[in-house]
């Protein structure tokens, strides 16, 4: 998601395309079957083609907000790790506090 400490996205302009080519094929069908003196069925594939669209743009907006929240959690815990001790905490500290943890749990619940 980032490269070079900027953030990757899909332009605004590549997203617009894709919502139009997916909004042309339902009003293409509706279109259709209006022609075709079919009036509930076309407006029901329209209704339908809009509450779909809404639904994946809403959905496609929540998981981008998402993947951006993450990345930017990801970004300040790395730049605080740096900060606290550099590479060697991370590599294995984290097991040996778990273990100690562990062993500190042992000796005050003598039963397991």
Known sequence: MIQGGKYLSISKK???LFY???AAVWLWESV???SRNNLAAGLLLFFFGAGFLAALYGIQSYFSKMLRLYQSNLTKSTAKGRKAGGEGRR???KGLASAN???KNR???PST
């Open 32 to 34: 259709g079957e209006l």
């Open 20 to 22: 139009a080519l997916l």
């Open 101 to 103: 943890i562990r062993g």
């Open 107 to 109: 000796s005050e619940n």
């Open 14 to 16: 590549q997203i617009f």
């Open 91 to 93: 590599a294995g500290s």
